[in-house]
C-alpha cells in the first residue's frame, strides 16, 4: 500500500526512469478505430495478464474477435493459448529468452521434437519428467555426455545440462515463423493505431490523473473517458459517410 486514502493505488513504471504511483489503463480498440473495452488496475499489474480478462468482456458483450494485435508484454504462450481456445489468434511479438544463466547456450540453440531434445553438440535425449500441474516436460542429458562434450563450458556449469519444454512450445514456434512474415509487419502497423488513441483519452479527456480514490472509480473514468472518444470518433465517421 503507497497511499493512505487510496488502498488499490501501486507503484508502477513504463521504463527504468518513468515510474509513477497509482493505476494502469489497458484498452482494445475495433480495426474502424473504437474504443471495445477498457479497464483500469493498480499500477503494479503485468500487461500481459490483462489481455485474456479483457477480451472475455468483449465476447460476453457478443463482439466477434477473430484477431487481436498486440505489443510484446501480452504475446505471452498462455496468452496465445487461451486466445486460440476462444476461436481467435494473437498476433504479437514474440520475447526474446532470458538467460539467466549468463553466457550459456539458450534453448533456442537446442532442437527440440515431439519425442525428445537434441544438443548443440549433436547429443540426443528422451529422458524426461512431466510436470502435469504446470503442463511441462523436463528433459535432460546424461551426465556421461555432458562432462565429455567439448561444448560443456559454453552450456552449463552443472554436472548436465535440462531443457524445459511448455505444452505450449508449438505455438510459439509458430508465432516466430510468423513474426518473420510480411503478413506480421502488415498486422503490426495495425496495431500503431491505438497508441495515438490512448494518447487522446490521457492528454485531452483526463486519464492521465486519477480524479477519484479506488480501483471502481477509476474504472468508471476509464469507461466514461473511452465512450467519450468513441462518441468523437462517431461523429468524425458521420461526417466521412455523408
Same mark, same amino acid.
Given at each position: 500500500? *503507497?497511499?493512505?486514502?487510496?488502498?488499490?493505488?501501486?507503484?508502477?513504471?513504463?521504463?527504468?526512469?518513468?515510474?509513477?504511483?497509482?493505476?494502469?489503463?489497458?484498452?482494445?480498440?475495433?480495426?474502424?478505430?473504437?474504443?471495445?473495452?477498457?479497464?483500469?488496475?493498480?499500477?503494479?499489474?503485468?500487461?500481459?495478464?490483462?489481455?485474456?480478462?479483457?477480451?472475455?468482456?468483449?465476447?460476453?458483450?457478443?463482439?466477434?474477435?477473430?484477431?487481436? *494485435?498486440?505489443?510484446?508484454?501480452?504475446?505471452?504462450?498462455?496468452?496465445?493459448?487461451?486466445?486460440?481456445?476462444?476461436?481467435?489468434?494473437?498476433?504479437?511479438?514474440?520475447?526474446?529468452?532470458?538467460?539467466?544463466?549468463?553466457?550459456?547456450?539458450?534453448?533456442?540453440?537446442?532442437?527440440?521434437?515431439?519425442?525428445?531434445?537434441?544438443?548443440?553438440?549433436?547429443?540426443?535425449?528422451?529422458?524426461?519428467?512431466?510436470?502435469?500441474?504446470?503442463?511441462?516436460?523436463?528433459?535432460?542429458?546424461?551426465?556421461?555426455?555432458?562432462?565429455?562434450?567439448?561444448?560443456?563450458?559454453?552450456?552449463?556449469?552443472?554436472?548436465?545440462?535440462?531443457?524445459? *519444454?511448455?505444452?505450449?512450445?508449438?505455438?510459439?514456434?509458430?508465432?516466430?515463423?510468423?513474426?518473420?512474415?510480411?503478413?506480421?509487419?502488415?498486422?503490426?502497423?495495425?496495431?500503431?493505431?491505438?497508441?495515438?488513441?490512448?494518447?487522446?483519452?490521457?492528454?485531452?479527456?483526463?486519464?492521465?490523473?486519477?480524479?477519484?480514490?479506488?480501483?471502481?472509480?477509476?474504472?468508471?473514468?476509464?469507461?466514461?473517458?473511452?465512450?467519450?472518444?468513441?462518441?468523437?470518433?462517431?461523429?468524425?465517421?458521420?461526417?466521412?459517410?455523408?
Amino acid at each position: 500500500m *503507497v497511499s493512505p486514502v487510496d488502498p488499490d493505488a501501486r507503484h508502477g513504471a513504463k521504463s527504468d526512469k518513468k515510474k509513477f504511483v497509482g493505476y494502469k489503463v489497458n484498452s482494445t480498440m475495433s480495426e474502424d478505430g473504437f474504443i471495445t473495452n477498457i479497464n483500469a488496475t493498480s499500477g503494479n499489474s503485468y500487461d500481459g495478464d490483462l489481455l485474456l480478462p479483457l477480451t472475455d468482456k468483449g465476447l460476453m458483450n457478443d463482439q466477434t474477435i477473430h484477431k487481436v *494485435v498486440a505489443d510484446g508484454a501480452y504475446g505471452s504462450a498462455s496468452n496465445r493459448f487461451g486466445m486460440l481456445k476462444k476461436g481467435a489468434v494473437l498476433i504479437a511479438p514474440v520475447s526474446k529468452e532470458s538467460n539467466k544463466a549468463g553466457d550459456y547456450y539458450t534453448q533456442e540453440k537446442f532442437t527440440i521434437d515431439k519425442s525428445g531434445v537434441t544438443c548443440p553438440a549433436g547429443k540426443r535425449t528422451m529422458i524426461s519428467y512431466h510436470d502435469k500441474k504446470k503442463g511441462t516436460h523436463l528433459y535432460h542429458f546424461k551426465k556421461s555426455d555432458c562432462c565429455e562434450c567439448s561444448l560443456k563450458t559454453k552450456c552449463t556449469k552443472m554436472d548436465h545440462r535440462t531443457i524445459t *519444454v511448455s505444452r505450449h512450445y508449438p505455438i510459439l514456434e509458430e508465432a516466430k515463423r510468423y513474426s518473420k512474415s510480411r503478413d506480421f509487419k502488415r498486422d503490426m502497423k495495425m496495431r500503431a493505431h491505438i497508441e495515438p488513441k490512448q494518447g487522446e483519452m490521457k492528454r485531452f479527456h483526463g486519464l492521465k490523473r486519477a480524479k477519484f480514490w479506488g480501483k471502481e472509480k477509476m474504472n468508471i473514468q476509464a469507461m466514461l473517458t473511452g465512450i467519450a472518444v468513441n462518441l468523437k470518433r462517431f461523429i468524425k465517421m458521420s461526417g466521412e459517410i455523408y
